[in-house]
Structure formats: C-alpha cells, structure tokens
C-alpha cells in the first residue's frame, strides 16, 4: 500500500504562482513513477506532468514552460511548482503514484484545488 497526501493548493491570481506538494508512505519502494494530474468540473481527468525514478520528466503542452515537476527522494515528497498561473489552470489537482509492477498498478492522492482567479 502506498499512501498519498496533497497540500498547496488554493486561491491565486492569473499570472501567480503556486507550488503543491505530494508526500508519499508506505509501501515506496514499488513506486516506479510519479504523476501529477487535474479535473476541471465536468471534465476529464488529464495528465499534467511526470517524473520517473531515475529524474526523466514530461508534461502536458498546455503547461510546458510554465511548470515543474520534482521529486525529493530523501522526503519522498514530489512538487508542483506552478507559475504564470491562467484561469483555466483552475481545477483539482492528483498526485498518483505508478508502480513497477507488471502490470503497473496507480495509487491516488485526495487531490486538492487550484482555483485561478482572472
């Protein structure tokens, strides 16, 4: 089992920033990945951003550029770093966590709201 708390999120203004942060226990050393992803209301659940155990990133085009994804093994904790935040960024964000198991299997976080302000 692999536990997921999210923290940072909230009110900002567009063009603000905001860094969330996604703190991992349990069982971590099956964790292969670590995704952030984002549903507005009505809306899909959508990728936003990666990171792979050894530091490979990726992320979404809407947010390339304006979005950082890390990891700190030593907290086991992965952030969010958010900037040059828009209206549309407005959505609760998840933090997942993708084992290395075959097949892989997700773990998911609370999630917790982003709301941009225009």
């Known amino acids: 089992q692999v536990q997921l708390v999210e923290s940072g999120g909230g009110l900002v203004q567009a063009g603000g920033s905001l860094r969330l942060s996604c703190a991992a226990s349990g069982s971590i050393f099956s964790i292969n990945a670590m995704h952030w992803y984002r549903q507005a209301p009505g809306k899909q659940r959508d990728l936003v951003a990666s990171v792979t155990s050894d530091g490979s990133t990726n992320y979404a085009d809407s947010v390339k550029g304006r979005f950082t994804i890390s990891r700190d093994n030593a907290k086991n904790t992965v952030y969010l770093q958010m900037n040059s935040l828009k209206p549309e960024d407005t959505a609760v964000y998840y933090c997942?966590?993708?084992?290395?198991?075959?097949?892989?299997?997700?773990?998911w976080g609370q999630g917790t709201q982003v709301t941009v302000s225009s």
């Open positions: 997942s966590a993708e084992t290395a198991w075959d097949p892989p299997y997700d773990y």
